[in-house]
């Protein structure tokens, strides 16, 4: 049995307050309950008052990136190390907006999947199709070599620490959610995919979160899904009343 995980994508909002001020709203509602894995990833600059509010706490925190080197003269970049060092489980790599906005590819992506995993820390490797991709019958093609460039040269031990999030682009943001069934079909290509590259204990055992416009009302008929195992929530997270209902969701 795979346990949920509901992640929170803060992307970049809110203010240091607000972020102080939703993290300790979240730990008094789901602060204590440990039958769904639950991590909420704020903007860098926020995540030690994070980790601070969240102490004592079941709730982990992750980053939403990181640059794969160990260190050294790479202004303005963050490694992966010292998003260890402050206090995080888990970091998202390759969203789509980082693939397609900052332009990010297959390599780069795995290169930051494998330092990752170096430092210790919990990659979530985001894959998902464009609208013109879903349009043009090209989704399994898409996420088969995200997923599988993402995770290339990776032992079974390294795959078997990694969630996978699949976040159709064209639902990111748009209000426009991917049906349960859509979701799961592309879902259980994935663990699919998984069970070619690593076997079938390591492809039963990963969890794959959906993400896209995920919100309270749609999130139990997502999550119900047999390949669904949590979610990547973005404009929803951002508010206590609206992610607490979403980690509920999780515990059916
Ligand atoms: P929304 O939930 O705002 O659609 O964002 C999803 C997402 O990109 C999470 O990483």
């Not at 919990?122 to 898409?142: D, F, K, M, W």
């Not at 404009?235 to 980690?247: C, D, Q, R, S």
């Given at each position: 049995?795979?346990k949920?995980?509901?992640?929170?994508?803060?992307?970049?909002n809110?203010?240091?307050?607000e972020s102080?001020k939703?993290?300790?709203?979240?730990?008094a509602?789901i602060g204590?309950?440990?039958?769904v894995d639950?991590?909420v990833?704020p903007?860098?600059?926020y995540?030690p008052?994070v980790?601070?509010?969240?102490?004592?706490?079941?709730?982990a925190?992750?980053a939403?990136?990181?640059?794969?080197a160990?260190?050294?003269?790479?202004t303005?970049?963050?490694s992966?190390?010292?998003?260890k060092?402050?206090?995080?489980?888990y970091?998202?790599?390759?969203?789509?907006?980082?693939?397609?906005i900052?332009?990010e590819?297959?390599?780069?992506?795995?290169?930051k999947v494998?330092?990752a995993?170096?430092?210790q820390?919990?990659?979530?490797?985001c894959?998902?199709?464009?609208?013109?991709?879903?349009?043009s019958g090209r989704?399994?093609?898409v996420v088969?070599?995200?997923v599988e460039k993402g995770l290339?040269g990776?032992?079974?031990q390294?795959?078997?620490?990694?969630?996978i999030?699949?976040?159709?682009v064209w639902a990111?943001?748009?209000?426009?959610?991917?049906?349960?069934?859509?979701?799961?079909?592309?879902?259980a290509?994935?663990?699919?995919?998984?069970k070619?590259?690593?076997?079938?204990?390591?492809?039963?055992?990963?969890r794959?979160?959906?993400?896209?416009s995920?919100?309270?009302?749609?999130?139990?008929?997502l999550?119900a899904?047999?390949?669904?195992d949590g979610?990547?929530?973005?404009?929803?997270?951002l508010?206590a009343e609206?992610?607490?209902p979403?980690?509920r969701?999780?515990?059916?």
């Amino acid at each position: 049995m795979r346990k949920y995980f509901v992640a929170g994508n803060w992307k970049m909002n809110l203010t240091m307050g607000e972020s102080a001020k939703l993290a300790a709203d979240l730990k008094a509602a789901i602060g204590g309950q440990s039958e769904v894995d639950v991590a909420v990833c704020p903007p860098f600059v926020y995540v030690p008052g994070v980790v601070e509010a969240l102490k004592g706490s079941t709730i982990a925190v992750g980053a939403q990136n990181l640059y794969p080197a160990p260190g050294g003269a790479f202004t303005g970049e963050v490694s992966p190390k010292m998003i260890k060092d402050v206090g995080c489980r888990y970091v998202i790599i390759g969203h789509s907006e980082r693939r397609h906005i900052l332009g990010e590819k297959d390599e780069f992506i795995n290169a930051k999947v494998k330092s990752a995993l170096e430092a210790q820390l919990l990659p979530i490797l985001c894959v998902g199709e464009l609208l013109a991709e879903r349009q043009s019958g090209r989704t399994q093609s898409v996420v088969s070599i995200q997923v599988e460039k993402g995770l290339a040269g990776l032992t079974e031990q390294d795959a078997a620490k990694i969630t996978i999030a699949y976040e159709p682009v064209w639902a990111i943001g748009t209000g426009e959610t991917a049906t349960p069934a859509q979701a799961q079909e592309v879902h259980a290509y994935i663990r699919g995919l998984v069970k070619k590259l690593f076997g079938d204990s390591i492809a039963d055992a990963m969890r794959i979160q959906y993400g896209g416009s995920v919100k309270p009302d749609n999130a139990a008929e997502l999550m119900a899904q047999p390949d669904v195992d949590g979610s990547l929530v973005g404009g929803a997270a951002l508010k206590a009343e609206n992610f607490v209902p979403i980690v509920r969701a999780a515990k059916g």
